[in-house]
């Protein structure tokens, strides 16, 4: 029987251990099914593709829906105007509350 060797970081590793145990496999099991699956495939078992720049966990959106709510971490810019006409309220926008028609909020 062969043996394999690599390295991975220890959050990964005890995550994928945790993982596996819930079931009922070991690192070594996993991995062979994982080689198996390759094999009956002919390629990696599921998609590989780069991660969407664009898309953030759901835990960073919910934390800066909530900051904005709070009026925390905000920046205020005018939006323009139906007619195209910018507002020149800026000094004025700490003053307006986060929820304001006027004004977007921006995390």
Known sequence: MAQINFRIDDETKR???????????????AITVFLNQSINERGIPFKV?????????????L?????????????????????????KSASRAKSRPARSRRRRAVA
Do not use: W
């Not at 991660?51 to 960073?60: F, H, I, L, Q, T």
């Open 49 to 61: 593709q780069a991660p969407d720049p664009s898309a953030r966990p759901v835990s960073e959106l």
């Open 15 to 29: 995550a994928a251990e945790a993982l596996f145990k819930s079931l009922g496999l070991t690192m070594s099991s």
């Open 63 to 87: 934390h800066r829906i909530d900051d904005v709510e709070h009026g925390r971490n905000c920046h205020y810019h005018d939006l323009i105007e139906v007619d195209g006409t910018p507002r």
